[in-house]
């Protein structure tokens, strides 16, 4: 099994920064991807930044040239810097690793989330 650990949530005013952090344990191989998701009261749950195996990245518009996903394969860890915050940015974040298992069978295991709440 995976287990993904969220950290790094909080209270910020907008403009402010937070940088949010994701620890893989477990069972850990044929990693597609690692991703970041969040859900906002009364909304679904949306991609917010993507990074797979190779290092490519991939971005809500949203939060295009504010927030950078990175990740330390040999800390498992994967990480979400984000800048310049809105208020629409408050969410709970949610950490994402989505693997190939045996027949090329997509899986997905996820944190329990991070509240990340930006004050106006």
């Known amino acids: 099994q995976v287990q993904l650990v969220e950290s790094g949530g909080g209270l910020v005013q907008a403009g402010g920064s937070l940088r949010l952090s994701c620890v893989a344990s477990?069972?850990?191989?044929?990693?597609?991807?690692m991703n970041w998701y969040r859900q906002a009261p009364g909304e679904q749950r949306e991609l917010v930044a993507s990074?797979?195996?190779?290092?490519?990245?991939n971005y809500a518009d949203s939060v295009k040239g504010r927030f950078t996903i990175s990740r330390d394969n040999a800390k498992n860890t994967v990480y979400l810097q984000m800048n310049s915050l809105k208020p629409e940015d408050t969410a709970v974040y949610y950490c994402?690793?989505?693997?190939?298992?045996?027949?090329?069978?997509?899986?997905?295991?996820w944190g329990q989330g991070t509240q990340v709440t930006v004050s106006s």
């Open positions: 990074i797979t195996t190779g290092g490519s990245t």
């Open positions: 477990g069972i850990i191989f044929n990693i597609n991807a």
């Open positions: 994402n690793l989505n693997r190939l298992a045996v027949g090329g069978i997509s899986i997905d295991y």
